[in-house]
């Protein structure tokens, strides 16, 4: 099991163009840890924000009647990639991890699956 610490290291070291990762307690919005980000990616701001996502996206399963678990959440810009994915286990109800790759120097497919082991081994 990992701590909040040893997760976001391996995120930013482990994964290849990793800009910024946090680990965020999406009942309030704030971020557990953070480490990368900078002058243009605060990953306090971009916590709360991705807290908004993950409660609309909820709300909107229920409207839907779906009954499947949010697995990740990817968003595509011209430069980067943002993953939102939600901490599985009774230990981490309530959290999700989030991590800003450069789209130019990763992978997507690689950077989801390590992010998935990663966010499977987290213990807060």
Not at 25 to 34: F, H, R
Not at 88 to 105: E, S
Not at 109 to 124: D, F, G, N, S, Y
């Given at each position: 099991?990992?701590?909040?610490?040893?997760?976001?290291?391996?995120?930013?070291?482990?994964?290849?163009?990793?800009?910024?990762?946090?680990?965020?307690?999406?009942?309030?919005?704030?971020?557990?840890?953070?480490?990368?980000?900078?002058?243009?990616?605060d990953?306090?701001?971009?916590?709360?924000?991705?807290?908004d996502?993950?409660?609309?996206?909820?709300?909107?399963?229920?409207?839907l009647?779906?009954?499947?678990?949010?697995?990740?959440?990817?968003?595509?810009?011209?430069?980067?990639?943002?993953?939102?994915?939600?901490v599985?286990?009774?230990?981490?109800?309530?959290?999700?991890?989030?991590?800003?790759?450069?789209?130019?120097?990763s992978?997507?497919?690689?950077?989801?699956?390590?992010?998935?082991?990663?966010?499977?081994?987290?213990?807060?």
């Open positions: 099991m990992a701590s909040v610490e040893v997760a976001l290291k391996e995120m930013m070291t482990g994964i290849e163009g990793a800009l910024g990762a946090a680990v965020v307690d999406y009942t309030s919005g704030m971020a557990l840890g953070t480490l990368g980000g900078g002058r243009d990616l990953l306090t701001v971009a916590a709360a924000g991705n807290t996502v993950i409660r609309a996206k909820v709300r909107t399963m229920e409207h009647g779906l009954e499947s678990q949010i697995e990740d959440i990817l968003i595509t810009l011209e430069g980067q990639y943002h993953l939102i994915r939600l599985t286990g009774r230990k981490g109800n309530g959290l999700f991890v989030y991590l800003v790759i450069d789209k130019a120097r992978n997507l497919a690689m950077a989801r699956h390590q992010l998935k082991r990663i966010e499977e081994q987290l213990e807060v």
